[in-house]
């Protein structure tokens, strides 16, 4: 051995243990001793090793990196990380399925989430977006149930095929995001091969205080890859850590993957116009109208050392973000808002801010004291109260803008129902049609969503074909004859 030093193992409070596989007992094969307080320790250490599992995006790989601009963005955004080409700011990234349980197979067909913190001079922005463009739902009531659909039947404990599309053909503002999902993006080949978006639209502040709407796209430089469903559900079974092996021994063996950044701005006067909501996330913004700007590359570069410390701690929320950038009036986003804090304090505790992973470079809350696991110093002698002799500065330039955000109404129960804009099925139709444009991509969503569907119940079957019916007569008649192909009426 050389002369390095070979640490001395203790109990949780220091003391050396003389054997720590040797409990202490009554003769060779006695009873134990209580009085054996480094078996106790050990083993009420490992009675209390779990803690909840994040209730969707359970499975997730992460890691470190940076942020760099590239692009002059200073006529858009008044944001001190976006202040200057060249800028970089240190970040962390977490990839995840949805779905799943923290076991389940990085093959799933699932949206990706794609999060990333960025520890900024003026605290933390958190990213928390996934690789698709749109989602689910635009009245947040639905995520919950929704997302009972896409996990376990309360009775069978069994991931139920009617249970999900009858939650999808009753709720056809999904329709958007299930082609997506459904297509070949369903399963990205690995997380490195894979894009971001925000799929909200957020406020993007200029200096002189005004500001636009965006949304955020992340390209992969690595390209897109795919796997077909065949594929995937394969991967499945010989390898369902693929992506988090992917992800490793790519940043293990220098290979950095990295995204480029866009920017799509709509003013809000644009917004007026538009045919659908600003807030609805359902939507995409078309590219001829509101091109894309490029302003920054995000590069990975740096492995976690220690899985549960960093990635399973890891905490990110919509609500986390900095002046110059702000979220808007989707209700879904304001929803979130509320949730992942909530849910931090629930699976991490109420300090979680404090994990190193979460913490940002400069905190300074004396006004927040104490909870559980308060490990930080508690911000030692400071007043906890706005003293009048220990002063503290308040940022005056960060205002509300009032411009474009003057609601009037009665209290309502609004629900947003599918077709009431008439422009539920457009896009949905135009994704028809480029998937049309590249080999095969038409055929592998019929089949895709044939294997899904063809485990419903006819009736669920029916209505979903007459949704898909809407998207295009077609499209509905492939997707009918795929799935009676594979669930013949006769049999039933
Ligand atoms: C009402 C709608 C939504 C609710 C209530 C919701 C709630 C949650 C909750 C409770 C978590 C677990 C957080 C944790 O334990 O730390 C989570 C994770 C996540 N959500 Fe959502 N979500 C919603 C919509 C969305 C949307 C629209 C996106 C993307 C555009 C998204 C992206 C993510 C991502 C990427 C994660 C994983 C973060 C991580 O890696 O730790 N969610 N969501």
Request: hydrophobic letters at 30%; charged letters at 25%; aromatic letters at 12%.
């Amino acid at each position: 051995m050389s002369g390095k030093r070979v640490p001395t193992y203790t109990t949780t409070n220091g003391n050396p243990v003389k054997d720590p596989l040797a409990s202490q007992r009554i003769g060779k094969h006695g009873p134990l001793l209580l009085q054996d307080f480094a078996l106790i320790d050990l083993l009420a250490h490992f009675d209390r090793e779990r803690i909840p599992e994040r209730v969707v995006h359970a499975k997730g790989s992460g890691a470190y990196g940076e942020f760099e601009v590239t692009d002059d963005i200073t006529d858009l955004n008044c944001a001190d990380f976006l202040s200057k080409i060249g800028k970089k700011t240190k970040t962390f990234t977490r990839f995840s399925t949805v779905g799943g349980e923290k076991g389940s197979a990085d093959a799933a067909r699932d949206p990706r989430g794609f999060a990333t913190k960025f520890y900024t001079d003026e605290g933390n922005i958190d990213w928390v977006y996934n690789n698709t463009p749109v989602f689910f739902i635009r009245d947040p009531s639905k995520f919950p149930v929704f997302i009972h659909t896409q996990k376990r039947n309360p009775e069978t404990n069994l991931k139920d095929a009617t249970m999900m599309w009858d939650y999808i053909a009753n709720n056809q503002e999904c329709c958007h995001q299930i082609m997506v999902l459904f297509s070949d993006r369903g399963t990205p080949a690995n997380y490195r091969q894979m894009n971001g978006y925000s799929g909200h639209t957020y406020k993007w502040i200029k200096k002189d205080g005004s500001f636009n709407y965006v949304q955020i796209h992340m390209k992969t430089d690595q390209g897109i890859k795919n796997l077909t469903n065949d594929e995937a559900v394969a991967l499945s079974g010989t390898n369902p850590d693929h992506a988090q092996e992917d992800l490793f021994n790519s940043i293990k063996s220098g290979s950095f993957p990295s995204w480029t950044c866009y920017v799509q701005v709509c003013t809000p006067e644009q917004a007026e116009k538009l045919k659908w909501s600003v807030f609805d996330l359902t939507k995409v913004w078309p590219h001829d109208q509101f091109p894309l700007r490029r302003f920054g590359k995000l590069t990975l570069n740096k492995n976690v050392q220690n899985y549960f410390a960093e990635t399973e701690q890891a905490a990110f929320s919509p609500s986390n973000t900095v002046p110059g950038w702000e979220t808007s009036a989707d209700p879904v986003l304001q929803s979130r808002l509320f949730s992942y804090p909530d849910t931090q304090r629930h699976r991490l505790g109420t300090n979680f801010a404090q994990i190193p992973v979460n913490c940002p470079y400069h905190a300074h809350t004396p006004y927040h004291r104490d909870g559980q696991m308060a490990v930080n110093g508690n911000s030692g002698s400071l007043p906890n109260y706005p003293s009048s002799f220990e002063p503290l500065q308040y940022r005056q330039d960060i205002n509300l803008h009032e411009k474009h955000e003057k609601w009037v109404g009665e209290a309502v129960a609004y629900q947003w129902v599918v077709g009431t804009d008439g422009v539920d099925f457009q896009q949905p139709a135009e994704l028809w049609k480029v998937l049309g444009k590249t080999p095969d991509q038409q055929e592998h969503l019929v089949y895709n969503i044939a294997v899904s569907l063809s485990g419903a119940r006819p009736e669920v079957q029916d209505k979903t074909f007459g949704m898909f019916d809407k998207v295009d007569a077609h499209f509905g008649k492939l997707v009918r004859d795929a799935t009676l192909q594979r669930s013949p009426r006769s049999k039933l």
